[in-house]
């Protein structure tokens, strides 16, 4: 049996978490899961991580940390489709989504290189040691795929088709415990965006 909450824990722990990529990742999941929408996008979640983000980077005034991109999308959205920091979630999420700007398009994406690998590698630490990140991608992606391997997951990816989906298990846990799930990722997040 699963513990839900003892596996969120160890995907945002401090010692996992060198960016807030993961933790907005993971706010995406949390607020967007349910038992009928389980399966997104990378661009569809990195577009929501931006939206997710923006208050608390436009308040910081800064990244978040120095190789966090998340403030650097920011800014280009705001100056490519006329956001403002005071400019409402939807608003937001609907820009960066529908952009036809290229240069915006392709930061996006970069945010999703590596964030919907990372937040599982916890799982399997001894087979990704030693690795480069493109051998650990594809490590992580065969695993979260494999059912010997994945039953503590709560996706699996699918690198060709750039999306990933939420096993039913978790996406039934997400939807009875998620307004506590969310207030819970909004303090990790609080804490680490203003430590």
Known sequence: MIDFDTELN???SGK???????LYFL???LINVSNTSR???FYEMAAWMCAY???DV???????????KLYDVAVMAINQEGLMQSSKLEEIYDAINNSVDKELRRKVSALCNYVPYRLIAYLWQDQLKGK???????????????EDANIYSIYTI??????IEVFPNWAEYIVKNRKRLIAWIDDRIAAFVWR
């Open 10 to 12: 160890t995907m945002v």
């Open 16 to 22: 996992n978490l060198m960016n807030s990529y993961k």
């Open 27 to 29: 706010k995406v999941l």
């Open 132 to 146: 480069t990140d493109r051998e650990k991608n594809l490590i992580i992606e065969k695993l979260s795929r494999n």
């Open 39 to 41: 399966t997104f996008s």
């Open 53 to 55: 983000s923006f208050s």
């Open 58 to 68: 436009c308040s910081l005034g800064k990244r978040i940390r120095p190789l966090d």
């Open 158 to 163: 699918d690198e060709a088709m750039k999306h």
